[in-house]
């Protein structure tokens, strides 16, 4: 009576369908409808429902007639609003299709606007999207492409026809200033990495301004932390690669609900030694670049000996979050891992452990690190600025941690500690101890944590690393091995 009207979806099993939906869709959308008569068919079988209560059975039926309304956003060509999509050129010739209502002033799209949006994941990543070609609407599988799975737009991409609407292969590419804050592009001058207090350190200064901190964590294991201090002059060929990656490699992933999309290939000897990829055409040029690149932190900042890649891999995310568990095995041969983008959090813990030394070995390290942490100080007023470096030095040595290295003080924390009176000598600000009667505070976990900038690498050798990985934006980690 109101003629509300209803929007239909059928299966690909329905005897309502009227016509062959090719394998891939398995239901169809076929547009608004009012019912415009409907009957009631009451059946004779009566139902005892309980003592006291009966019922009969009633039979619907609804017979509906198709109202232009929703088209706008999906069709290429809106003249042809005025007739169903799935009706074939005869049926439109003949005039057979009676419009009761035209609903094209209240309903715009039954999807999603969402659904409909250009593609521009640095601003939101879309769940899905819907191609204009053949109507199919696809998931957001690819990290930077949208490609159809329909095997008519799949066709189309075989043949080398040219495609009626860019989104088939629509490609966009964030620039690096795009996938960071502004506090994030600021040069730095040490890295914020964090170790037990018996692991080892050598700091590499490089003539090109590059820094090696080499983490010794074990006989015969070590990390090295090649870090560029967030200088562009360091991070050019990071930034042209995070370009070209974007454009040139499809990553994608198979489970929708991983935040993970990858890319990855086997190099065979001869390309490794000459890179030609001839031999393997489906093998984008760029990935002998990024293995050129690999090597080049290797052997000019890591000095591996004989290094080698004969794997690579291409992983990039574009939400924040974490993953712990999976393994970088580096027992026989090196890894290397790049980063690219958005600032990452990696945390390594060797399976041989770390090594022990006793703590008086750190001892000379951490008094001359007390002038590094008196400077930190001063981020907060000059009131607390004498107790907070005595402070900080205590609170290394409780936690057993070596200043170069880790326990360096939080300029917020403390300064939150310093409090109206600016004393720091309770335990709660020295360290998170539990109450003023001297007792230790906890032992910081046994891992190695480093935090990676825009075209910082990390090398690992001599053991299998589980790692964890905080993800701070959108990203893309190169990583190289040999297998």
């Given at each position: ?6 929007l239909?979806f ?24 009012v019912?415009?008569d ?7 079988t ?6 006291t209560?009966k019922?009969e059975?009633?039979q619907w039926?609804l017979t509906l007639?198709?109202?232009p309304?929703g088209?706008e956003?999906l ?9 169903p ?9 003949v005039?057979?299709?009676k419009?009761?209502?035209?609903m ?14 250009g ?6 990543f879309?769940r899905?999207?819907?191609?204009r ?6 998931a ?10 329909s ?9 080398g026809?040219?495609?009626?609407n860019?989104?088939?292969?629509i ?7 795009a996938?960071?804050?502004p506090?994030?592009r600021l ?7 964090y ?18 901190l ?11 932390h ?11 060929d ?11 490699v ?6 929708l ?6 890319w990855?290939t086997?190099?065979?000897?001869g390309?490794?030694c000459?890179?030609d ?8 040029r760029?990935v002998f ?20 890649i004969?794997?690579?891999?291409i ?12 393994v970088f ?5 090196v890894?290397?891992?790049i ?17 022990e030394i ?5 001892e000379d ?5 007390s ?5 930190a ?6 009131g ?8 900080a ?5 409780q936690?057993g ?5 880790m326990?360096?003080?939080d ?7 310093c409090?109206?009176s ?47 990985i ?9 990583i190289?091995?040999?297998?």
């Open positions: 009576m109101d003629k509300t009207p209803l239909v059928v299966s690909r099993e329905s005897g309502l369908i009227p016509l062959q939906l090719p394998p891939e869709y398995a239901c169809c959308c076929l547009g608004l409808f019912i415009s409907l009957n009631a068919d009451i059946k004779n009566t139902i005892a429902i309980s003592k209560q019922c059975r009633v039926r007639e198709w109202a309304g088209e956003g069709l290429v060509n809106i003249n042809e609003k005025s007739h999509w799935w009706i074939d050129s005869v049926e439109k010739g005039g057979s299709v419009i009761p209502r035209d094209n002033s209240l309903y715009f799209s039954f999807l999603p606007l969402d659904l409909l949006a593609f521009k994941p640095s601003e939101c879309p899905g999207w819907y191609c070609d053949c109507g199919m609407l696809n957001q599988r690819y990290f930077r492409h949208q490609i159809c799975q095997s008519k737009c799949k066709r189309k991409l075989e043949q026809k040219a495609t009626t860019d989104n088939d292969l490609c966009h590419i964030d620039p690096l200033q996938l960071r804050g506090h994030h040069p730095i001058r040490d890295p914020l990495d170790a037990p207090s018996s692991v080892g350190k050598i700091d590499t200064s490089w003539d090109d301004m590059m820094r090696n080499t983490y010794q964590v074990n006989s015969g294991v070590r990390v090295q090649v870090f560029t201090g967030n200088q562009e002059i360091l991070q050019q990071a930034t042209k690669l995070l370009l070209d990656i974007q454009k040139d499809i990553l994608s992933r198979s489970d609900h991983s935040p993970y999309f990858t990855s086997k190099l065979d000897h390309h490794i000459s890179g990829p001839p031999g393997q055409p489906e093998i984008p760029l670049d990024i293995q050129d690149i690999l090597l080049h932190y290797m052997q000019t900042y890591g000095e591996v000996n004989n290094a080698n004969n794997h690579i891999m992983q990039a995310w574009v939400t924040p979050g974490s993953k712990r568990g999976a095995n580096a027992k026989s041969h890894v290397t891992i980063c690219l983008g958005a600032e990452v959090v990696m945390n390594l813990v060797p399976k041989r452990g770390f090594t006793p703590i008086e070995g750190a390290r951490m008094e001359i690190d002038e590094r942490i008196l400077s100080s001063q981020l907060v007023d000059d607390c600025s004498e107790t907070l470096a005595s402070g030095v205590i609170n290394c040595r936690a941690g070596d200043p170069n290295v326990n360096q003080p300029p917020l924390a403390l300064g939150e500690a409090g109206p600016g004393n720091l000598g309770n335990a709660k600000a020295a360290g998170k101890g539990k109450g003023a009667g001297g007792k230790k505070s906890k032992q910081a976990p046994l891992e190695l944590s480093m935090t990676l900038v825009h075209g910082d690498a990390i090398i690992l050798e001599g053991d299998e690393f589980e790692y964890q905080k993800r701070s934006g959108t990203t893309i980690l190169l190289g091995s040999c297998e």
